[in-house]
């Protein structure tokens, strides 16, 4: 329209065309025919047809307002930059510009000059002491942002990226240490300015994970955290939900209850820690050796199975990755406690509350049957050298010798129990759980735990006024029970889906109840292995 105005300005007074070029503008229709949807490009060369008119306008500016303002619009850099993009698309030119030879990051690591747009200012708002869920570590010479906490106050805004460095705070240098620009962030409050240089890195959704905790752990007690504030606490038995492991040493979690997430100490970290084995005193106290020479010989030890219970002992339990599933029925419910805590009473009393839910295995014996005794009802019988074989073969889940005669329990009778339908209860050394606790038996470990002294005491005296029991167990033997209780816990602890107090038969039963109905309608917890 403005090159149709100009050439017939030619045969006009100037006067004139201004006041054309206002009209044409002002027109109803005109502004209809603009707002068209889906116009297309008609020419190619408006940037051509600007710079004429340019030419015709300029003589008028001096003697009018409107020409001098329409001037200054057609000489604007965002409506160039308009027409040479409607030319471009136009002439259908959709090239891709070529790639920046170096970025900006590379040119302010390799202190190189950075362009000045390159540079960003970043203004957040806060309250004194609130933490912002960051944290920053030095890289060539700039602080560097390190992580961003999921769920904090930066992801949550998400105008900073790990990578970003941090030039200043509210006009101030920070400096390199991360501690002190911890400290500046964390006492600011109102409005806080921050001076960053972008990392253009592209972002990448890292992948998510549950663990089960299988020991406790306090932030405010680690000298290796980065920041103690951004640290979760948990306990053992937490279920936690992993965000980001990108870090070798912390991981980014929060309980599946709810809550912020903080940094947790990575499995590859904690298995460093308790694996360390500080220097023997006498190393350190006899002064300097000879390289290469240490002052005690360590003692290698091959894994035998014979020594089971004892590597148990000194497995390391961190974290098991877990995975939430619909109720389901379990097909194995594996009872484990010291001797004398109750089991056998626990699993009797199932056994005979639901017969048509639960059964048990028949267990095998060298020794010979007696006169009353038949095959398969109490005891399944074998010979010796049979029994050995099976051993030997791996058919057995457990065997042991009393009085001169095997005892055990075949795998093959619990698959037994598990195809009639009912799910196969055992009360088993907790030796076993490395073979039980797979998707093959699916089960729920149960811990029976003795009390303390006096209340397991005052229980023995209570069974045999009234009649249950006849045998009256000495102080020893109640306390060698519960010192038993404490060391099964703290070996097999992490196998356990649930621990029952046995401080009163009927209440331990009502409570182990009440627990298996839920399986049916609760979603749980397993490991996921039994999933994928």
Request: include cysteine; aromatic fraction near 8%.
């Amino acid at each position: 329209y403005c090159a149709v105005l100009v050439n017939q300005s030619k045969q006009t007074s100037r006067n004139l065309k201004l006041s054309i070029i206002c009209f044409l503008f002002i027109k109803s229709q005109a502004h209809e025919r603009f707002e068209e949807p889906k116009l297309e490009a008609v020419r190619e060369n408006n940037v051509e047809l600007v710079q004429d008119i340019l030419k015709e306008l300029s003589p008028l500016m001096q003697r009018s307002q409107a020409a001098d303002e329409l001037v200054r619009i057609l000489k604007e850099p965002h409506f160039q930059s308009l027409l040479e993009t409607h030319d471009s698309v136009a002439s259908k030119n959709y090239e891709t510009p070529p790639p920046s030879p170096c970025s900006f990051m590379d040119a302010a690591l390799n202190n190189q000059p950075v362009p000045p747009d390159a540079v960003r200012m970043v203004g957040i708002r806060k309250v004194s002491g609130e933490h912002l869920g960051v944290t920053f570590r030095v890289e060539s010479g700039e602080l560097v942002i390190a992580r961003i906490l999921h769920g904090g106050m930066i992801d949550q805004q998400g105008l900073l990226h790990v990578g970003d460095i941090i030039k200043e705070v509210n006009g101030k240098e920070v400096g390199n240490d991360p501690k002190v620009l911890q400290e500046m962030l964390k006492e600011a409050s109102g409005s806080v300015v921050l001076k960053i240089l972008p990392s253009y890195q592209e972002p990448h959704t890292p992948r998510q994970a549950f663990v089960k905790c299988h020991f406790d752990y306090d932030p405010s007690h680690d000298n290796l955290i980065p920041c103690k504030e951004a640290g979760l606490s948990f306990s053992s038995g937490d279920i936690l939900q992993i965000f980001n492991q990108e870090d070798l040493n912390w991981w980014q979690a929060c309980h599946i209850e709810g809550g912020s997430a903080g940094l947790i100490p990575s499995q590859l970290l904690e298995e460093k820690r308790k694996a360390f084995v500080k220097r023997d005193l006498e190393l350190a106290t006899t002064g300097p050796l000879c390289a290469g020479m240490s002052g005690k010989k360590k003692k290698k030890m091959m894994y035998l199975t014979t020594k089971n219970a004892e590597f148990d002992r000194h497995e390391l339990r961190i974290y098991e990755e877990v995975a939430k599933v619909p109720p389901f029925r379990r097909k194995t419910l594996v009872l484990i406690g010291a001797q004398g805590v109750g089991r056998r009473s626990l699993k009797n009393k199932l056994l005979v509350s639901d017969p048509q839910r639960y059964g048990t295995t028949i267990p095998f014996t060298s020794r010979k049957p007696k006169v009353d005794e038949r095959d398969g009802q109490m005891y399944s019988f074998m010979t010796r050298s049979e029994m050995e074989c099976d051993i030997k073969n791996g058919r057995f889940l457990e065997h042991g010798e009393y009085d001169g005669n095997l005892y055990g329990t075949k795998i093959n009778s619990i698959h037994e129990v598990i195809e009639t339908g009912k799910i196969c209860i055992l009360d088993v050394n907790p030796q076993a759980l490395k073979v039980l606790r797979t998707s093959e038996f699916l089960p729920y470990v149960v811990f029976i735990e003795a009390p303390d002294f006096e209340v397991l005491k005052a229980m023995n005296r209570s069974a045999i006024e009234s009649g249950v029991v006849t045998k009256q167990l000495t102080d020893s033997e109640l306390k060698r029970t519960v010192d038993e209780s404490e060391r099964i816990k703290r070996a097999y602890g992490h196998y356990f889906d649930l621990c029952i107090v046995n401080d009163g038969l009927e209440a331990a039963f009502r409570s182990l109840r009440l627990a298996l109905e839920k399986l049916s309608t609760e979603q749980q917890w397993v490991p996921v292995s039994w999933v994928f």
